[in-house]
């Protein structure tokens, strides 16, 4: 997937940004070597290859470490409330915005 000048230019545009005809011919020259390279990377077949959940794991074992999934804290939801304008039934009430 290649980018003209004109794709640039309508980024520019979405980002608010103010390019030069010189920013947006490298931005163009950057943004066509990103793609490039993710290209490249499509083309590997990763056929059968686990994905690593840290790049440590590709060298050397390493072991989880996940907590268990317990409560820790108790209820605060009336002190977090509190400052609420309103509540009903532990719940924050908010304005309609959508007819």
């Given amino acids: 997937m290649a980018l ?3 794709d640039v230019s309508r980024i520019a545009l979405l980002a608010r940004l103010e390019l030069s005809e010189a920013e947006q011919t490298a931005m ?3 943004l066509n070597g990103f793609f490039a390279i993710v ?3 499509r083309a590997v077949d990763t056929t059968g290859v686990a994905p690593l959940y ?3 794991s590709a060298v050397q074992d390493v072991a989880l470490r996940l907590r268990e999934d317990v409560v820790t804290e108790t209820d605060q939801r009336e002190a977090n409330q509190r400052s ?3 509540v009903e039934a532990g719940m924050f009430l908010v304005p ?3 007819e």
């Fill in 28 to 30: 163009l020259t950057q």
């Fill in 4 to 6: 003209t000048s004109t």
């Fill in 39 to 41: 290209e490249r990377m």
């Fill in 96 to 98: 309609r915005v959508i």
């Fill in 54 to 56: 840290t790049p440590l």
């Fill in 84 to 86: 609420a304008p309103a």
